[in-house]
């Protein structure tokens, strides 16, 4: 089967969580997580959870652990890059069954169109939950809008129908 044929199977109006991981956000300051909620609410999706946790390992994977069943996908924004704080990346390792490695791969690629070779401190990363999608992208509003609108949106109902086979 083609990938277009699979996509016409792709399922659309999914229930999807939006976590931020930041130590400064509040719910006014948290433009990429609005971004985010609004662009899959504009797809069609609905956003059943969603929270702004500080970048703490432990906050981290007990809510996906906790929100995940009742969703088809998370994303987390924020704690992808370089610094100490920033676990989002081995958080999601560590929960996932399996990885996306091209996910990665291809935001990088994306990310160094757009910003050059700083795409290259950006630990983007996604896979599979116990058969559901889990992302977790930079914080920065610019990289959140690439990562939806160039792979995550075209590809989430498509992924999670796959999923559910």
Not at 90 to 102: F, H
Not at 106 to 122: D, H, K, N, P, V
Not at 148 to 153: A, F, N, R, V, Y
């Amino acid at each position: 089967m083609s990938v277009q044929e699979h996509k016409r199977h792709a399922r659309g109006n999914l229930k999807v969580g939006v976590i931020s991981a930041s130590d400064s956000r509040n719910p006014e300051t948290d433009d990429s997580g609005k971004l985010i909620r609004q662009m899959f609410e504009a797809a069609g999706h609905q956003v059943n959870y969603y929270e702004i946790l500080p970048d703490e390992p432990e906050k981290i994977s007990a809510s996906i652990a906790k929100n995940l069943p009742n969703l088809d996908a998370i994303v987390i924004n924020g704690g992808t890059g370089i610094t100490a704080r920033d676990r989002c990346t081995e958080v999601v390792k560590s929960l996932i069954d399996r990885e996306l490695e091209g996910f990665g791969e291809i935001f990088r690629m994306l990310s160094y169109q757009e910003i050059g070779s700083a795409a290259m401190m950006s630990r983007a990363i996604a896979g599979v939950r116990h058969g559901k999608f889990v992302a977790a992208i930079p914080g920065s509003p610019t990289a959140c809008k690439l990562a939806m609108e160039k792979l995550i949106l075209p590809e989430i109902g498509h992924i999670v129908s796959l999923l559910s086979q």
